[in-house]
């Protein structure tokens, strides 16, 4: 399955290297879409998630990034460790990106706020 890619506006926590390859996410259009913080999301595809465009002015989903930097301690056996971010998206613009510490989550890219969307 498709997702989209925030490209900027998170560094490593481990290293505070820029993620240069993006944050993986499913949130509005899934169509291997580009975005940076500040960009609009798009809701014009045949496959959107959740599936209609929500009220919520705010929303928050997680999001998955690998560390691009090489010399960064989650690197083993030359190969990255898959990392969290949440993403906020306010009145259906991108506004932050950080990492997630909260518990493990129970699906891959959930949608976190608000409730009435976690199980879009």
């Not at 560094?11 to 240069?20: E, G, S």
């Not at 906020?88 to 959930?110: H, M, R, W």
Request: hydrophobic share 30%.
């Amino acid at each position: 399955m498709s997702f989209n890619t925030l490209e900027d506006g998170l560094n490593c926590p481990f290293c505070d290297a820029v993620i240069i390859s993006g944050v993986g996410f499913r949130l509005g259009s899934i169509a291997s879409l580009r975005y940076k913080v500040g960009d609009s999301l798009s809701w014009d595809s045949d496959y959107c998630r959740p599936k209609e465009k929500p009220q919520a002015h705010v929303i928050k989903t997680l999001g998955y990034y690998n560390c691009d930097n090489i010399k960064c301690k989650t690197w083993q056996d030359c190969y990255p460790d898959v990392h969290l971010a949440v993403i906020t998206v306010e009145n259906n613009v991108i506004c932050k990106v950080e990492p997630y510490k909260g518990p493990e989550p129970k699906s891959e890219f959930p949608i976190l706020e608000p409730e009435e969307l976690t199980n879009a």
